[in-house]
């Protein structure tokens, strides 16, 4: 295969990764807490190609390899939703949730309660308290979430007393941007790094934190993408013509 056809294919191959990024951005815009991915690529020098006199000095010949995805940890818009299970994290830190594959560590702030009382993501992983999970009464009512995740609770017609139900935990990371994709909105701590205690971040009942994601410039970016790619495309076909006339006139016999 000629150099011209390796060095397409490997821009299409790149273009193909940085669209699947793009899609999974805009298929995330209405996910709370979600977090936007960039791709990043880099050129590869490949093992050197002689062209015209080989009696010169081998040139080289570039790729394009993807090297890796990041993701972009800055706060999305706060959205008020007067859902008193709904919080938001003004600040740096993360909620802690018990998955299948462990500990997590989430943005999404659209609680629930399940059938056995348990506080739990919309995907049904329980959200973690000081004490372990955070269990809620059938009975209970008026629920407060304060600044600091302390959960109180009025149970059933008792008006006067006030009871508490566990305090949500925050935890917090020196370089978030290490943290590892588990899911849509849910994150996993970097090999070999422990979380630390949250103490500056703030909760906002009623409230959630909207997905990252910048619809205007990922859509923008998604026909940039096509584009190049049906332009690559149109490239490679254009070189394999000339190649296949080029053989059909060298294999034609002189009269």
Do not use: C, H
Request: charge should be neutral; proline fraction near 4%.
């Amino acid at each position: 295969m000629s150099n011209t056809l390796l060095i397409g294919l490997s821009r299409q191959v790149a273009l193909r990764r940085e669209l699947d990024v793009v899609s999974n951005n805009i298929a995330n815009i209405n996910t709370a807490g979600f977090k936007a991915n960039g791709a990043v690529f880099e050129e590869f020098i490949g093992k050197t190609a002689r062209q015209g006199d080989l009696s010169q000095r081998d040139a080289r010949v570039s790729f394009v390899r993807d090297r890796a995805t990041w993701t972009d940890m800055t706060q999305g818009a706060m959205e008020r939703t007067g859902n008193p299970l709904d919080v938001a994290i003004a600040g740096k830190g993360f909620l802690v949730i018990q998955t299948p594959n462990g500990e997590r560590f989430t943005r999404n702030g659209a609680l629930q309660v399940n059938n056995q009382g348990q506080l739990v993501t919309s995907e049904g992983f329980q959200v973690m308290g000081d004490a372990g999970p955070i269990v809620m009464q059938p009975k209970d009512r008026d629920i407060t979430i304060s600044k600091d995740g302390t959960i109180s609770v009025r149970e059933g017609d008792n008006a006067a007393t006030e009871s508490q139900r566990g305090k949500l935990r925050l935890a917090a990371f020196e370089n978030p941007g290490l943290m590892r994709k588990d899911g849509s909105s849910a994150f996993a701590a970097p090999d070999g790094v422990q979380p630390l205690p949250d103490t500056t971040s703030t909760f906002i009942q009623g409230s959630i934190e909207k997905s990252n994601v910048r619809s205007v410039v990922e859509m923008t970016r998604m026909i940039e993408v096509t584009r190049n790619y049906t332009s690559v495309a149109t490239m490679l076909s254009q070189q394999a013509d000339l190649s296949r006339t080029a053989i059909e006139k060298l294999a034609e016999v002189p009269n």
